[in-house]
C-alpha cells in the first residue's frame, strides 16, 4: 500500500470500487437519513472525516445511540453502540444487494432495526439498492487512496474556512453526490429553486461551495477524473470571466463551476498551497461579483 499523502488516483483504475462504494454509503447513508436529526441543508445525514475513514454523526435508537464508519485503515463497517456493542463487517468485494442485506441483519442483531428506503439516489440510473447484482467491487489500495486525499483536503478546506465567521457548513462528505464539501452563506434569501425538496432546501440561501470530487458522472457532465470545484449559488454575473488561481484551474461551462484537477495539485510542488489558492481565490471572486459583506463576515486580518 502507497504512503503518499496525495497518491495518484487515476479514474480507470478504481472506478468500479468507486461504483460499488458509492452505493455500499448510500445504504449507511440512508440508516442516518433515517435515524439523524434534520437538520438544515442535510447536514445531519452527511458523513464526517475521523482519523480512520468517514462516519455518521451520532444516531439514536430508543435511550441508545450509535454511529457507523467506514474504517479505511482496516477495511471495515463499524457500529458502535453506547451501551459498548460494537460489531463490524469487512469491506471486500462482494454485491450490493449483499452488503444491504448483511448491514441490516448486523443492525437487527444489536436490536437497532431501520427501516430505509431502498433506492439510489444522485445516479444516473436509480437502482434498488436491495436488488443491485451489477456492482460489486472493492479494491482496498484504492479505497485507502481515497481516504487519504479525503483527510488532506478535509484539513485545507477546514483551514480556509477559519476565516469566515458568517454561517458556514462543517467540511463533510455527501454520500449522494459522493464528495467532500465546505459551504459559506451570505446570510442572504436565495430565489426559489426548483428540483426535488432537498435540492431546494439545500439552496435556500445565497451560497459559496467548495469541494473534492473524485470524479464521474453528475447530472450536467461527465468528469473521468478526479477535481476539486468551487461556485456559487445564485451564480453571480462575471464570474466565468474571474481571474482565479492556479493556472491549471479553468470555468466548466456545462456544470457551472470552477475546476481544478487533482492531479495538477497533487503534482505541483506544494499541494495544500495550490488547494489553498483555489479555495481562497474563487471565493473572493464570487463574493466580490455577489456583493457580500465580506467586512462582516470575515474576521478581520492583522495590520
Same mark, same amino acid.
Given at each position: 500500500?502507497?504512503?503518499?499523502?496525495?497518491?495518484?488516483?487515476?479514474?480507470?483504475?478504481?472506478?468500479?470500487?468507486?461504483?460499488?462504494?458509492?452505493?455500499?454509503?448510500?445504504?449507511?447513508?440512508?440508516?442516518?437519513?433515517?435515524?439523524?436529526?434534520?437538520?438544515?441543508?442535510?447536514?445531519?445525514?452527511?458523513?464526517?472525516?475521523?482519523?480512520?475513514?468517514?462516519?455518521?454523526?451520532?444516531?439514536?435508537?430508543?435511550?441508545?445511540?450509535?454511529?457507523?464508519?467506514?474504517?479505511?485503515?482496516?477495511?471495515?463497517?463499524?457500529?458502535?453502540?453506547?451501551?459498548?456493542?460494537?460489531?463490524?463487517?469487512?469491506?471486500?468485494?462482494?454485491?450490493?444487494?449483499?452488503?444491504?442485506?448483511?448491514?441490516?441483519?448486523?443492525?437487527?442483531?444489536?436490536?437497532?432495526?431501520?427501516?430505509?428506503?431502498?433506492?439510489?439516489?444522485?445516479?444516473?440510473?436509480?437502482?434498488?439498492?436491495?436488488?443491485?447484482?451489477?456492482?460489486?467491487?472493492?479494491?482496498?489500495?484504492?479505497?485507502?487512496?481515497?481516504?487519504?486525499?479525503?483527510?488532506?483536503?478535509?484539513?485545507?478546506?477546514?483551514?480556509?474556512?477559519?476565516?469566515?465567521?458568517?454561517?458556514?457548513?462543517?467540511?463533510?462528505?455527501?454520500?449522494?453526490?459522493?464528495?467532500?464539501?465546505?459551504?459559506?452563506?451570505?446570510?442572504?434569501?436565495?430565489?426559489?429553486?426548483?428540483?426535488?425538496?432537498?435540492?431546494?432546501?439545500?439552496?435556500?440561501?445565497?451560497?459559496?461551495?467548495?469541494?473534492?470530487?473524485?470524479?464521474?458522472? *453528475? &447530472?450536467?457532465?461527465? +468528469?473521468?477524473?478526479? =477535481?476539486?470545484?468551487? #461556485? %456559487? $449559488?445564485?451564480?453571480?454575473?462575471?464570474?466565468? !470571466?474571474?481571474?482565479?488561481?492556479?493556472?491549471?484551474?479553468?470555468?466548466?461551462?456545462?456544470?457551472?463551476?470552477?475546476?481544478?484537477?487533482?492531479?495538477?495539485?497533487?503534482?505541483?510542488? *506544494? &499541494?495544500?498551497?495550490? +488547494?489553498?489558492?483555489? =479555495?481562497?481565490?474563487? #471565493? %473572493? $471572486?464570487?463574493?466580490?461579483?455577489?456583493?457580500? !459583506?465580506?467586512?462582516?463576515?470575515?474576521?478581520?486580518?492583522?495590520?
Amino acid at each position: 500500500m502507497t504512503n503518499e499523502r496525495w497518491p495518484a488516483l487515476p479514474y480507470e483504475a478504481w472506478k468500479d470500487t468507486y461504483a460499488t462504494l458509492h452505493m455500499w454509503m448510500q445504504v449507511v447513508g440512508k440508516v442516518a437519513l433515517a435515524q439523524g436529526p434534520p437538520l438544515n441543508h442535510s447536514w445531519g445525514v452527511a458523513f464526517h472525516v475521523t482519523p480512520r475513514g468517514l462516519a455518521t454523526r451520532t444516531l439514536r435508537h430508543g435511550r441508545r445511540a450509535f454511529t457507523m464508519e467506514f474504517d479505511f485503515v482496516d477495511h471495515r463497517l463499524a457500529v458502535r453502540t453506547s451501551d459498548g456493542d460494537e460489531r463490524a463487517l469487512a469491506l471486500r468485494p462482494r454485491t450490493v444487494a449483499d452488503f444491504y442485506r448483511e448491514v441490516m441483519a448486523l443492525l437487527e442483531d444489536m436490536s437497532l432495526p431501520v427501516r430505509i428506503w431502498p433506492v439510489a439516489v444522485e445516479v444516473p440510473d436509480p437502482v434498488r439498492l436491495d436488488q443491485d447484482t451489477r456492482h460489486s467491487s472493492y479494491d482496498p489500495e484504492y479505497a485507502g487512496r481515497v481516504f487519504r486525499i479525503v483527510g488532506e483536503v478535509e484539513r485545507v478546506l477546514t483551514g480556509a474556512r477559519c476565516s469566515f465567521v458568517g454561517k458556514c457548513s462543517p467540511v463533510h462528505f455527501f454520500w449522494g453526490s459522493f464528495d467532500l464539501a465546505v459551504t459559506r452563506f451570505s446570510g442572504r434569501a436565495a430565489p426559489p429553486r426548483e428540483g426535488p425538496a432537498f435540492m431546494r432546501e439545500a439552496y435556500s440561501h445565497e451560497v459559496i461551495s467548495h469541494g473534492f470530487w473524485p470524479g464521474g458522472w *453528475s &447530472p450536467n457532465a461527465t +468528469l473521468n477524473e478526479p =477535481v476539486f470545484y468551487g #461556485y %456559487a $449559488a445564485p451564480l453571480p454575473e462575471g464570474l466565468a !470571466d474571474a481571474r482565479v488561481e492556479p493556472d491549471a484551474a479553468y470555468y466548466h461551462t456545462q456544470l457551472n463551476e470552477y475546476i481544478l484537477p487533482y492531479d495538477a495539485v497533487r503534482r505541483a510542488r *506544494s &499541494p495544500e498551497k495550490e +488547494l489553498r489558492a483555489f =479555495v481562497d481565490s474563487t #471565493y %473572493a $471572486a464570487a463574493a466580490d461579483l455577489a456583493k457580500w !459583506d465580506r467586512a462582516a463576515l470575515e474576521r478581520a486580518r492583522p495590520a
